[in-house]
């Protein structure tokens, strides 16, 4: 049974960057695909972009391309979402989630402030 | 960008209610969507992939259907643990987008 528990809640500067960690475990991490998922409060959900651990291949939305960075180290089953240049709009929850296109389980998010 | 539109954003119905949640594509995504369940302070849950296959563990009273840009969630009988949000997302294509939400409420 594959779980995926994430790194706690961050608050941080507008400009600055936050990186979230998603650990694995059960299954086989590199045989699956870490994507990255986020809400802001209230809000509805929004696909960020994904992984694919074990040949190390990355895919981010448009919205997102040249601001987030995916990466996994496939050693300690960890993927990680690296956003930069935040802005208030970034404040959100963060989660991993397993699959490309059909997500389970899920991590149990992560909070990100951006604030001043 | 596929547009994914949920209709209602929110309803309200009573334990043991039949209630049916619509989500439209601005695209065909085949059979690409799925549906997902949230609770308050709690990360989705997925309950139905490719329209109409039930995810393990998921109660029955929850079904899928339709194919193309039209799309149902079904819940039979609606129990007290249903009361919730709910998200439909096509995988047909990248970005993978959401609907807006239907938030279930207890009437």
């Known amino acids: 049974q594959v779980q995926l528990v994430q790194s706690g809640a961050e608050v941080k500067k507008p400009g600055s960057s936050v990186k979230v960690s998603c650990k694995a475990s059960g299954g086989t991490f590199s045989s699956y695909t870490i994507s990255w998922v986020r809400q802001a409060p209230g809000q509805g959900l929004e696909w960020m972009g994904r992984?694919?651990?074990?040949?190390?291949?990355?895919k981010y939305a448009q919205k997102f391309q040249g601001r987030v960075t995916i990466t996994a180290d496939k050693s300690t089953t960890t993927a990680y979402m690296d956003l930069s240049s935040l802005t208030s709009e970034d404040t959100a929850v963060y989660y991993c989630a397993r699959g490309d296109g059909r997500f389970d389980p899920w991590g149990q998010g992560t909070l990100v402030t951006v604030s001043s | 960008d596929i547009q994914m539109t949920q209709s209602p954003s929110s309803l309200s119905a009573s334990v043991g209610d039949r209630v049916t949640i619509t989500c439209r594509a601005s695209q065909s995504v085949n059979i690409h969507l799925n549906w997902y369940q949230q609770k308050p302070g709690k990360a989705p849950n997925l309950l139905i992939y490719h329209a109409s296959s039930l995810q393990s563990g998921v109660p029955s009273r929850f079904s899928g259907s339709g194919s193309g840009t039209d799309f149902a969630l079904t819940i039979s009988s609606l129990q007290p643990e249903d009361f919730a949000d709910y998200y439909c997302q096509q995988s047909h294509s990248t970005p993978h987008t959401f609907g807006q939400g239907t938030k279930l409420e207890i009437k």
């Open positions: 992984i694919i651990p074990i040949i190390g291949i990355t």
